[in-house]
Structures are given as structure tokens and as C-alpha cells.
């Protein structure tokens, strides 16, 4: 399949308004074609500062503009990070993803971030963080830190952003994407599904994300967790099987990107958490809070994983290595299946 940076909202709508079975079937060969099968990747996320945040997001709780019961905490001491990185390893995580409640950070802060970073690095896992805005020169510094993934959600379309958001503009998102690209980093970028944004706006979103000059590498898909005290506390439910959908065609338009089942996993139950992995989700967050909101329990993951045959194989091949060996065991049975030298003769004798 073509990997495509000329979507527009017409085709997306179009895809949404396929048959669903016929859309996760096409979803699903995509996803063989490009992914791991009856793989997904797990990664740890840590609120390493909390609340406080200058920004105005209306669904987030740590936002200094609405009152929840977030309590405010200072950033974590370096060992205290490192503590919690040793944990998520030891249950299964491959990657280490650290946010702080900023609108960006501070030149007193880099030091701490990047002896975060080069400890995470140093246990083998992969490194993760969501700092708010960068400029070109923060960008470079935590690359050169090693830092290998940097988080940046555009959140939703542009035309419904400024109904979520007024302390920083879409195209501050953007620049701060290109920032963290031109470093030199991957990028992980996605959005949120229920804030009371339109179809439209939704198939706006991943219009934004695919037509990136680079798809983000991981593109997480959120879906509300309604927390009392924000403005969105209210908002109307998701339907599942939109939310599937959405999933679906995240997969089929970024076929080569981890599509990351994210926040409002502890609202789904395993039949459309299954439904999602089916639609080519295969990342998620692991472990019982999302920074400030709850998430499944590792226990209850692990168990559905189990039901599903997810990550139980011993070692997990790439595409292209599955149809090598699939080519091979083909040849191997054609030659197998070739009379030998002696029953020729035995043949030829009778």
C-alpha cells in the first residue's frame, strides 16, 4: 500500500462510512502488510511534575484554570524517576514515557530532564517525554541527551481546536513537531475523541496528522476521560463503534506508524479493546494511571493479552521476515514433495 501525504476530509469521511466489517477487514490486511501481527508494543507513562499548568485545555485536569482534585507537585527527584522506570520495566514495558504540566520548559530544568533521560536509556528501554512547547535549541538539547520519542498531540481538527484551547495556537503544535523532527527525534502525535468536536473534525485531525511531510511514528488515540471540575465534565459519551472505526482508519491512513490505544481504556471492556487491536491498534500504556487519570490495572492486561494471543510468541518477526520464511517453507515443501533419484530408477526398472 502507498503511504500517502495527500489525504483529504472527503476520502476520510468516506472510509468512516464503510460497511464495518468491510473496514476493519481492510484495516487488518494494512496492518499485516506493514505491523508485527499478535504484537503490541507497551509503554510506561509517568507524571513526573503535576499540576499547575498555565495552559486552558478544557479536558485537563492539571490545568491551573480549573479547579479538580489534582494536587500541584514539583518536578520528581532524578532517582525517584529512575525508581519507577526500574518498575515498568521489571512488568513489561519496552518504553518509558515521563510528561510534565508545563506550558514549556526551563533552562533550570534541562539538566534534570537529561540525566532522566541518559538513566532510562542506560536500564535498555526507550525514552519518551511530553514537555509542552519546544524551541529548536530544546528540541537539539534532548536529542542530543537521547531522548528517542517526544510527545506533542495536535488534539483535534483545526477548526474546532480553538473551541479546546486558547493559550497556544495549532500552528505552535506544528512548529513545535518540526522542532522535535528536525532534531532529529520520532515523533508521537495524535488527538482526543470526544470533547464534542464534529465527524468533520474528527477526519480534520487525521487529515493533520497523515499529511505531516513525516508520519508521527506513534500516534496515540485518546478517548475523553471526563474529570469533574473541567469544562468537558459533561460532554457526551463516545459511541464504541465510532471510536473503532476511528482506529481503523488511523491504521489505514498511517501504515507504517504504532497506533497507540491511549487514555479511556478503563471505560472500554475487552470485547472493544480486542475490536481496537483487530482495527490495527498496537501500542498502549501500561499500568494503572495515565498521569492523573486511571488506567487498567497491568494484571488485567496481561490477562486479556492472553486471551487474545497478544505478544506470546518467543520471538516476534517483522513482515518481511514472515514472508522470507513463508517463501522458504514453500520451496521446502515443493522439494520435499519432488520424487527422488531412487524412486526414479525404481520406476524406470519396472
Request: aromatic share 6%; with cysteine; hydrophobic share 40%.
Amino acid at each position: 500500500m502507498e503511504v500517502r501525504h495527500n489525504w483529504t476530509v472527503a476520502e476520510v469521511n468516506a472510509l468512516l462510512d464503510k460497511p464495518f466489517m468491510d473496514l476493519l477487514f481492510e484495516a487488518q490486511q494494512v496492518h499485516r502488510q506493514h505491523q508485527l501481527h499478535n504484537y503490541v508494543q507497551v509503554s510506561t507513562l509517568l507524571s513526573i511534575k503535576t499540576g499547575a499548568c498555565p495552559e486552558d485545555c478544557k479536558y485537563c485536569p492539571q490545568s491551573a484554570h480549573y479547579r479538580t482534585d489534582v494536587e500541584k507537585e514539583r518536578l520528581m527527584e532524578v532517582e525517584q524517576v529512575l525508581d519507577a522506570a526500574k518498575r515498568a520495566k521489571s512488568s513489561g514495558s519496552t518504553r518509558f514515557c515521563m510528561g510534565a504540566a508545563w506550558k514549556n520548559p526551563k533552562a533550570r530544568d534541562m539538566p534534570y530532564l537529561k540525566q532522566m533521560i541518559s538513566g532510562v536509556k542506560d536500564m535498555g528501554l526507550e525514552t519518551c517525554m511530553t514537555l509542552g512547547m519546544l524551541t529548536p535549541e530544546q528540541a537539539k538539547e534532548l536529542a542530543n541527551a537521547g531522548l528517542d520519542y517526544y510527545n506533542h498531540n495536535l488534539d483535534t481538527s483545526p477548526e474546532f481546536y480553538g473551541n479546546i484551547i486558547t493559550t497556544r495556537t495549532y500552528q505552535d503544535r506544528l512548529d513545535t513537531l518540526s522542532h522535535v523532527r528536525d532534531a532529529g527525534m520520532k515523533i508521537c502525535s495524535g488527538g482526543i475523541i470526544g470533547m464534542g468536536e464534529s465527524v468533520n473534525d474528527r477526519a480534520g485531525l487525521f487529515v493533520e496528522l497523515a499529511n505531516l511531510p513525516v508520519h508521527p511514528e506513534s500516534v496515540p488515540i485518546n478517548m475523553l476521560v471526563k474529570v469533574k471540575g473541567t469544562p468537558l465534565e459533561e460532554v457526551d459519551d463516545v459511541e464504541p463503534f465510532d471510536f473503532i472505526r476511528l482506529i481503523a482508519v488511523a491504521r489505514i491512513m498511517m501504515p507504517q506508524s504504532a497506533v497507540r490505544l491511549s487514555a479511556g481504556r478503563e471505560q472500554m471492556n475487552e470485547q472493544m479493546q480486542a475490536l481496537c487491536f483487530m482495527a490495527g491498534a498496537n501500542s498502549i500504556f501500561y499500568g494503572c494511571k495515565l498521569l492523573t487519570t486511571p488506567n487498567p490495572a497491568e494484571d488485567s492486561d496481561m490477562m486479556l493479552f492472553r486471551k487474545l494471543g497478544i505478544n506470546s510468541q518467543a520471538v516476534v518477526q517483522k513482515p518481511d521476515e514472515i514472508q522470507e520464511n513463508e517463501l522458504m517453507e514453500r520451496v521446502v515443501e515443493r522439494v520435499a514433495a519432488r520424487p527422488s533419484e531412487d524412486d526414479l530408477f525404481y520406476e524406470a526398472s519396472v
